[in-house]
């Protein structure tokens, strides 16, 4: 073998589906990536505080390496009533873990949290430009029931008023219990 040569190990490495504390929101951030989120990290939170929202983070050695929001009620009644539908949001897992099966981790536990809580719909979007997220989601047993314009805004983290636009399939499934 030469200096030259690559080495490769097996890593195990333990991950717990949790709700997010308040030390994980500038984590969240991944040193700098989602900055512009963050006081919509600080928002959800107080949110999850008040029991309106979860936000799921799977914790890899104490750093949130993805994270799944849920918003329990909503002014949309199609997507999330506060009893019999919720809808999921923003997942998302860094780079370096995906194709490991945490997106579906995320997923599967919070349908699970859901069902224990009387929920029995999850409604979820995939962006349309987005197939791998929407296979990804039919491979979980979610169907498009909907579209929608996926147009809304957010305030960054320098006050500057931001606007996305992201037409997205709107899925649904029915929960089953664990
Ligand atoms: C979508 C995402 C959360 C999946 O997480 P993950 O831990 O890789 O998911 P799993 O390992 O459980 O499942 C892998 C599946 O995710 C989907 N996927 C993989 N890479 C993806 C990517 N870059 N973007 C979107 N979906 C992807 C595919 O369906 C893949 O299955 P495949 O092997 O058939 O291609 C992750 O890819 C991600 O963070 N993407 C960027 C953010 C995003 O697109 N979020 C969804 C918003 S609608």
Redesign the pocket.
Known sequence: MTALDNQAITLEINLTIRLASQTDLPKLEWYGRYKHFRRLFRRTFSEQLRGRRWMLVADCNGFPI?QLFVQLNSGEQHLADGSRRAYFYA???MEM????????HLITEAEAMLHEGGFRWATI???KE?A??R??YE?LGYRVFAEDPGKWSYVDHTGTLQHVHEPCWIMEKKLQPR
């Open positions: 993805g997942l998302r897992v873990f995906r194709g490991m099966g945490v997106g579906t979007a995939a962006a987005n791998g997220a296979r990804l491979r």
